[in-house]
């Protein structure tokens, strides 16, 4: 784990998983998230390098890519300074404004739990026809089934 | 046909530390991100190789940003922090 990592699950950010991705099996780790690191390496697929040109058509070299639970691109940062205070307090600002939502994404009654009582009310919702942002779990836009499924399955602890 | 051969070894040699690209797709059929935007299934489950893994990922293994989506792994939400280590 990273002294950055640390320092986020000191600061109660369990949930966010840090990678760092390189072009070669032979890329110098930046210094910055890698103190003390072993971090997963994943390696951008040559010659394409999807993963950098998705995000920084042309690259950007020590640039960080914050995601949201679902995929949704929340902000980017590049470490011209190293991970300094001014970078720290972004990456940190902008996951605590989407932390919460992701943590709790399926306690539809809003009591920090997710049970049967989320899947009762998970149904009624799709039976009145309604949405509910926090029974959307797939966030497709509607609450159906395959919303329920999910509940169930985070029950089951085939989730988290 | 000389610089042909030299064009060709100097692309096979800088391929040989790259790790394998299993289904590198061509970047005009790919998307382009800003802030906001969410990534499409299709980008999500691109598959790529962990060449220095630790924890979940083990060197060899292969990762893909769906993994880390809890709308599709059943519930497992993780923000996911990308460190971009490469010297473009």
């Not at chain 1, 972004?90 to 919460?100: C, G, L, Q, W």
């Not at chain 1, 709790?104 to 998970?122: A, C, K, M």
Request: glycine share 8%; with cysteine.
């Amino acid at each position: 784990m990273s002294d950055f990592q640390d320092e986020l699950r000191t600061a109660g950010y369990e949930n966010v998983v840090i990678i760092a991705v390189g072009q070669t099996n032979i890329s110098q780790f930046n210094s910055n998230f890698c103190n003390n690191s072993d971090l997963p390496l994943v390696m951008d697929q040559y010659p394409f390098l999807p993963i950098r040109e998705q995000f920084s058509p042309n690259g950007l070299h020590k640039q960080v890519v914050i995601l949201d639970y679902d995929g949704a691109l929340l902000g980017t940062y590049t470490l011209n300074s190293g991970l300094n205070w001014s970078a720290k307090s972004y990456i940190t600002d902008v996951i605590a404004e989407y932390y919460e939502q992701a943590v709790l994404l399926g306690d539809i009654n809003g009591d920090e739990l997710i049970n049967i009582q989320d899947i009762i009310l998970s149904i009624n919702v799709i039976l009145a026809n309604e949405y509910n942002e926090s029974a959307d779990l797939n966030t497709d836009g509607i609450v159906n089934i395959l919303d329920v499924v999910q509940l169930v399955n985070i029950i089951l602890g085939n989730g988290q | 046909m000389n610089i042909f051969i030299l064009i060709l070894v100097s692309f096979l040699f800088s391929q040989s530390e790259n790790c394998v690209a299993s289904d590198s797709q061509p970047m005009d059929s790919r998307s382009i991100y800003s802030i906001g935007d969410t990534l499409s299934v299709q980008d999500q489950s691109t598959i790529y190789d962990v060449c220095n893994g630790n924890g979940d990922y083990q060197t060899g293994d292969s990762f893909s940003f769906i993994d880390l989506n809890g709308s599709q792994n059943g519930g497992d939400y993780k923000i996911t922090l990308i460190s971009m280590n490469a010297t473009w």
